[in-house]
C-alpha cells in the first residue's frame, strides 16, 4: 500500500521544520503561507537552496512540500527546511538516499550558539577595562 505523504523532521541551530512531501506538482507552503511570502525578500536567495534535495534527485514537480517551521532565524528556518524534505525523501524512496548523502544533505549541521560564560560581557567578549 502506497503512503499518502512522507514526514521528515529538520532541525538547523534553534530552527526545527516538520516537512510533509505529497504527491504534487511542486509547491512549496511554509507555515500556511507560499514560500516567497513567508520569506519575503529573500525568498529567490533561499529557494535554491531550499529546494536542492528536490532538484539534485530531480523530483521537484513531483512532490509538494508542506512545512511547519518554529524557532531561530530564516536562515536557520531555511536549512532546517531543507533537512526535513532529504530525510522526508528517504523515506519516500530509499534508493535516493546515497546522492542525498554524497551532497551533505542528510548530515544535521551540528553548530549551535556558544552559551554566555561568567565573568564575560557576551559568549566570548570580556568587559571593558581601563586602568585609570
Same mark, same amino acid.
Given at each position: 500500500?502506497?503512503?499518502? &505523504?512522507?514526514?521528515?523532521?529538520?532541525?538547523?541551530?534553534?530552527?526545527?521544520?516538520?516537512?510533509?512531501?505529497?504527491?504534487?506538482?511542486? !509547491? *512549496?507552503?511554509?507555515?500556511?503561507?507560499?514560500? @516567497?511570502? &513567508?520569506?519575503?525578500?529573500?525568498?529567490?536567495?533561499? !529557494?535554491?537552496? /531550499? =529546494?536542492?534535495?528536490? @532538484?539534485? @534527485?530531480? /523530483?521537484?514537480?513531483?512532490?509538494? *512540500?508542506?512545512?511547519?517551521?518554529? #524557532?531561530? #532565524?530564516?536562515?536557520? $528556518? %531555511?536549512? +532546517?527546511?531543507?533537512? #526535513?524534505? +532529504?530525510?522526508?525523501?528517504?523515506? +519516500?524512496? $530509499?534508493?535516493?538516499?546515497?546522492?542525498?548523502?554524497?551532497?551533505?544533505?542528510?548530515?544535521?549541521?551540528?553548530? *549551535?550558539?556558544?552559551?554566555?560564560? &561568567? #565573568? =564575560? &560581557?557576551?559568549?566570548?567578549?570580556?568587559? $571593558?577595562? %581601563?586602568?585609570?
Amino acid at each position: 500500500m502506497e503512503e499518502k &505523504y512522507f514526514w521528515g523532521t529538520g532541525r538547523r541551530k534553534e530552527a526545527t521544520a516538520r516537512v510533509r512531501l505529497i504527491r504534487g506538482e511542486g !509547491k *512549496v507552503i511554509v507555515n500556511k503561507k507560499d514560500f @516567497t511570502e &513567508y520569506f519575503g525578500g529573500r525568498a529567490e536567495w533561499f !529557494k535554491p537552496n /531550499v =529546494l536542492r534535495p528536490l @532538484t539534485i @534527485t530531480s /523530483v521537484s514537480d513531483k512532490f509538494d *512540500v508542506f512545512v511547519n517551521v518554529k #524557532g531561530g #532565524g530564516i536562515a536557520g $528556518q %531555511a536549512d +532546517a527546511i531543507r533537512h #526535513g524534505i +532529504a530525510r522526508a525523501l528517504t523515506k +519516500a524512496n $530509499q534508493e535516493l538516499m546515497p546522492v542525498l548523502r554524497k551532497n551533505g544533505l542528510l548530515t544535521r549541521d551540528s553548530r *549551535v550558539h556558544e552559551r554566555k560564560k &561568567y #565573568g =564575560l &560581557y557576551g559568549r566570548r567578549r570580556g568587559f $571593558q577595562w %581601563a586602568k585609570r
